[in-house]
């Protein structure tokens, strides 16, 4: 079934895949993985730079120069054959930079441990990353960042406790979060904002379908905190504000046509089908209360934001924002890394609910002070320095 699997994939890239006889263009910058680009851009505008697809989907132009050929024959030696490919094709295009905002990619991690000595790697933190405690030490082991842009000096601890290859670390916190704060300036300059909170509450979706394959009683766990969030705003008349995945459509390539499938995303599937198994009669109540806009605006302008382990409860923090994490799973690895106030084990409403309704009503500095530890541990920001400049001089400084 492995190598069926495999056949497939190359007949697919083949049969769509224009096929090019002569070297890829030189250039200074190459983005591998071509999700996740556009957030790279704003970086990189004013470099040369070209795009490297590696994913089946997106892969649509095939090179065989002589100088490919010759560079995957002693690839291939090394390695399996699309890590071979890929290397083959970096090395004819000779950037001063490969840079990727997959941090997480093994793809990523084979091409790094064979050019690595030959080229300049950058590697994004793009999410959290508790897949390194969910999945262990052999997980783990497969990756090698010769440079990783990370949130905060946390992911550093994270990263050396599991022993990941890491070369190097630059804090320098979230390039998502940056752009939405770069969005938001030009906005005001257009329009006046001011600071009320529009919400009570933010509840981020952290749909699990599938999950207690791996860990036992987890999807219900992590509905609870959907069911006593709802029945808080209830029954205190509360403005809730919920953080859905967006309906979108994908296209996967077909083996018979040329033209791309169009199907809906599975996680959005996924996330209706999941919270009407576990919230059955909320259900309804969950999605009258889902808001169109980008999940860093409801965030923002949200009293409190509650989840288990989303990403965007880092950067709330980072927003100067408040964050419960409730985990009522019997694992400690989805922890929040910060304890205090902002974090809550025990699944018990009486419990929930008065914690809810305290830091409703306390002030963002006495929140912060009631934190073990200072919110820059866990996720950089800086007025002053934000995470765009910090990259943008990182990048010119390999650009000699």
């Not at 859905?244 to 995303?265: G, T």
Request: glycine content about 2%.
């Amino acid at each position: 079934m492995f190598f069926l699997s495999k056949l497939k994939k190359i007949l697919i890239i083949l049969y769509s895949s224009k096929i090019i006889f002569k070297d890829p263009n030189k250039t200074d910058i190459l983005v591998l993985d071509d999700q996740g680009a556009d957030r790279l851009k704003p970086l990189i505008e004013n470099y040369n730079y070209c795009i490297l697809p590696i994913r089946v989907s997106s892969i649509n132009e095939l090179y065989f120069s002589l100088k490919v050929l010759n560079n995957l024959i002693r690839n291939i030696r090394k390695t399996k054959l699309s890590t071979a490919y890929f290397c083959s094709i970096i090395e004819a295009i000779g950037p001063k930079l490969i840079i990727t905002s997959i941090d997480n990619s093994l793809q990523v991690s084979d091409i790094a441990k064979i050019l690595s000595k030959k080229f300049n790697f950058l590697a994004i933190q793009n999410a959290a990353r508790y897949e390194l405690d969910e999945y262990g030490k052999k997980h783990s082991n497969r990756f090698f960042i010769p440079e990783f842009a990370c949130f905060g000096n946390f992911d550093k601890s994270l990263y050396r406790k599991h022993n990941v290859k890491v070369k190097k670390f630059f804090v320098c916190g979230s390039l998502n979060l940056s752009l939405f704060k770069d969005y938001l300036k030009k906005l005001s300059r257009k329009k006046k904002t001011n600071n009320y909170k529009k919400y009570d509450i933010c509840l981020v979706s952290e749909a699990s379908r599938g999950w207690d394959k791996l860990f036992p009683g987890v999807e219900k766990s992590i509905a609870k905190v959907a069911e006593f969030t709802i029945r808080l705003a209830k029954k205190h008349n509360l403005k809730l504000a919920f953080v859905a995945k967006r309906p979108k459509f994908i296209f996967e390539k077909s083996v018979f046509s040329k033209k791309p499938i169009k199907r809906e995303n599975e996680a959005h599937k996924n996330e209706i089908k999941f919270y009407k198994k576990y919230l059955k009669v909320n259900f309804k109540f969950l999605q009258r209360n889902v808001k169109k806009y980008s999940s860093y605006h409801v965030m923002l302008n949200s009293n409190l934001t509650i989840a288990m382990m989303s990403t965007l409860l880092r950067e709330s923090l980072a927003l100067r924002g408040k964050v419960l994490a409730c985990n009522f799973t019997n694992y400690k690895i989805w922890n929040f890394p910060i304890q205090g106030i902002c974090s809550l084990n025990n699944m018990n409403f009486e419990e929930f609910e008065k914690r809810v309704l305290k830091l409703l009503s306390i002030s963002h500095r006495n929140y912060i002070l009631s934190l073990k530890k200072k919110t820059k541990y866990l996720i950089y920001f800086n007025k002053s320095n934000s995470t765009q400049d910090l990259l943008k001089k990182k990048i010119k400084s390999f650009m000699v």
